[in-house]
């Protein structure tokens, strides 16, 4: 049986596919300094998962982390681009060298393949709809420039040491397990409790901006396939649904599902924010055989469910 890392498996995504490698009857091992992520999104796990509490940034860490294992799901990551504009080190530290540390360990342990979370924002704010992979990067914040470095890093060792390593462009993931308490928040977790509350969802600039916002399930699947896909590794590829929404879009599919109208806030755009991002997903339908089981709207039912079962 295949032994898993998954980095920052206490996290959103990472604590998700916990779950879906634990239901495929796997071997789990989570590397997590829960920083950012939470415990208690791998309590229902009990003792049928291996829990390392350690940080990417120490390479003894990444050492134990990785022995014996076969696949790597590296999601640990410091997110949110605001973050980054007031701490480029940090996010320096913990995205790209994190996992130059994590490639450089999982190399010496001869890891069967190793699977990056890359970003849409590497994209930057150029105006052409979709982002393709062949684009070129553009990016704007010091995470964009992180999440680039570490996933040129990924596919490096790909071409130089021929390790098998392939990188995911997640786009604007949400779900359950999300964090709506950060200041950093997601979107939609930020506007659920906010309905939910009977408070005013905040957009900062004029709601117009719009994204291809990517249930968490889609997600774990695309990581699922990109360990086994033989023609994934040294590619890097979208995982999205190849839709884009606006935030007052969403804001109104929210009022309509929750039943709440309570007027949304504009507040001034932020810095390093992209204005427009949408999904190419071809690439990912041929190299993993990748298509999106779950859309926009369902995704967002099945959020709001969860949180008004486990957050209200």
């Known amino acids: 049986m295949a032994l898993y890392l998954v980095t920052g498996g206490g996290g959103f995504i990472g604590s998700n596919l916990v ?6 009857g796997e071997r789990v091992r989570v590397l997590d300094n829960f920083a950012t992520g939470k415990r208690a999104n791998l309590a229902e796990f009990g003792n049928g998962i291996e829990v390392l509490d350690g940080d990417i940034r120490d390479q003894a860490a990444c050492t134990r982390a990785v022995e014996s294992v076969d696949y790597v799901l590296h999601q640990a990551a410091l997110g949110s681009v605001p973050r980054s504009v007031q701490d480029p080190m940090t996010s320096h530290e913990v995205n790209a060298t994190g996992t130059l540390n994590l490639l450089l360990a999982a190399r010496t342990a001869k890891v069967r393949r190793f699977v990056f979370a890359s970003s849409s924002s590497v994209y930057g ?9 062949s684009m070129p990067s553009s990016p704007i914040s010091p995470y964009a420039v992180s999440k680039l470095a570490a996933e040129r890093y990924t596919l490096s060792f790909n071409f130089i040491y021929g390790m098998e390593t392939v990188a995911l462009r997640y786009f604007n993931v949400f779900g359950p397990k999300q964090d709506p308490d950060s200041q950093y928040a997601a979107v939609i977790p930020r ?7 009977n408070k005013a969802p905040v957009i900062y600039g ?6 291809d916002f990517t249930f968490v399930e889609n997600v774990v699947q695309a990581n699922l396939l990109a360990c086994v896909a033989p023609e994934a590794p040294g ?3 979208n995982i999205a649904c190849g839709e884009r929404y606006s935030l007052n879009l969403l804001a109104k599919c929210l009022y309509e599902i929750m039943d709440k109208h309570v007027p949304a806030v504009y ?6 924010d ?3 991002s949408m999904a190419a997903i071809e690439r990912a339908g041929h190299l993993l055989s990748f298509s999106p089981r ?3 709207q369902e995704g967002l039912q099945r959020t709001v469910a969860w949180y008004l079962t486990e957050k209200v």
């Open 235 to 237: 590619n890097v590829m």
């Open 294 to 296: 779950v859309k926009f």
């Open 19 to 24: 779950k879906a490698l634990v239901e495929r």
């Open 274 to 276: 992209v204005k427009h």
């Open 125 to 133: 704010n150029t105006p052409t709809l979709p982002k393709e992979e």
């Open 206 to 211: 004029d709601g117009e901006q719009s994204r």
């Open 267 to 272: 507040e001034p755009e932020r810095s390093g």
């Open 191 to 197: 506007f659920i409790m906010a309905l939910a509350n």
